[in-house]
């Protein structure tokens, strides 16, 4: 990818270039504020993989049609980072930091995969998904609000 946005716009975040994770990837055209993110935004073969298996795995016709959709802009829009070999070494730190945090690998292996690449290239990784990478050593966690949920205390008002 260019470095721009579905709507054509180019984000300005904090960081020159970042990873972007599988949810973070879905909901980008949904996101409130693109500035948030990358100046060029990157995604890994495992996020490619991922949204590979939706639409095999999609309950309706519908459901296939939309994630069908977002595997192939996906294509479209970027060139994945593949898991190499410096990746698969990275993968050996996160999976002993995850055992250290008391955290199964297993369980995350999508996500342990998809920050081993993030770790190996030296990136920041973007997600709406936070916690999924919490106890990850030398992980560089960037936070994109989730447009799916409300913010913190949003009903206490």
Do not use: W
Request: a negative charge; one cysteine or more.
């Amino acid at each position: 990818m260019t470095g721009t946005l579905p709507d054509g716009s180019t984000p300005a975040g904090s960081q020159p270039r970042g990873l972007l994770d599988t949810s973070t990837l879905i909901l980008l055209p949904r996101l409130r504020d693109a500035s948030l993110l990358p100046a060029e935004p990157l995604i890994s073969a495992i996020t490619l993989a991922e949204l590979s298996l939706g639409p095999l795995v999609a309950r309706s016709g519908q459901e296939r049609a939309a994630r069908q959709a977002h595997l192939q802009q996906a294509e479209a829009d970027f060139e994945p980072l593949p898991f190499d070999a410096a990746a698969a070494r990275s993968f050996g730190r996160v999976a002993a930091s995850l055992r250290r945090a008391g955290r199964k690998t297993t369980a995350r292996a999508y996500d342990a995969m998809i920050a081993a690449v993030a770790m190996a290239h030296d990136l920041p990784l973007y997600t709406c998904d936070p916690d999924g990478f919490a106890g990850i050593d030398d992980l560089v966690v960037i936070p994109v609000p989730d447009p799916d949920r409300r913010p913190a205390n949003a009903g206490d008002r």
